[in-house]
């Protein structure tokens, strides 16, 4: 009996269908990516000497290792600091700010537009209390401008926003921006981070 050659598989095309398949699974793999805490640096400015900055329109919180908070050389709690944050930035102890309502205290912040506050953590903090921390300092940011857009338009800052950024929102956008720059002019947030 004769031997019979095997037939020979044509793997020509086996190229060009791995190469589909590679293409396939790059187009349609979602690579997860991290969201961090959003904030936008400010931009690069030619000074020669720096801003003078009196002491009292800085507003220090301490967070140590231990997760404990240090305002103002007093220990204080997590639920009191918005609180303690809003009472400093709406100050006006300089008598220049027309719309603060605050104790108008001498010894704290002149004005919103000086006031800065500064936060300063410790490498062992835990990421779970710095962002607590970091969302009551925004939050007393967002309460201010939400009084001070109620008292200037009849709405809240935050309703402001979500109707700029709103594709379908039908009213002005620019007469609309406008209005967004001038609360943040009003309040604007400087918030300093420190890594000790």
Do not use: H
Request: charged share 30%; hydrophobic share 40%.
């Amino acid at each position: 009996m004769a031997k019979r050659a095997a037939p020979e598989v044509n793997a020509g095309s086996m190229a060009d269908i791995a190469f589909l398949l590679l293409i396939f699974f790059l187009v349609t793999t979602t690579i997860e990516t991290d969201s961090g805490i959003n904030r936008k640096l400010p931009p690069m400015e030619e000074q020669t000497d720096p801003p003078v900055i009196k002491k009292k329109n800085i507003f220090t919180v301490l967070l140590n290792g231990k997760d404990e908070l240090l305002v103002e050389d007093e220990i204080m709690e997590l639920k009191d600091l918005r609180l303690a944050a809003r009472s400093f930035l709406d100050n006006g102890g300089d008598g220049s700010c027309d719309f603060c309502k605050g104790a108008r205290d001498k010894e704290s912040s002149d004005n919103p537009t000086k006031a800065i506050i500064s936060l300063a953590n410790n490498r062992e903090t835990t990421y779970k209390t710095y962002i607590a921390v970091q969302n009551e300092l925004v939050a007393a940011y967002n309460e201010l401008r939400n009084e001070r857009a109620m008292a200037l338009y009849n709405k809240t800052f935050a309703e402001m926003e979500a109707n700029y950024n709103d594709v379908n929102w039908p009213g002005s956008k620019d007469a609309l921006k406008k209005k967004i720059e001038q609360i943040k002019l009003d309040y604007p947030q400087k918030l300093s981070e420190v890594q000790e």
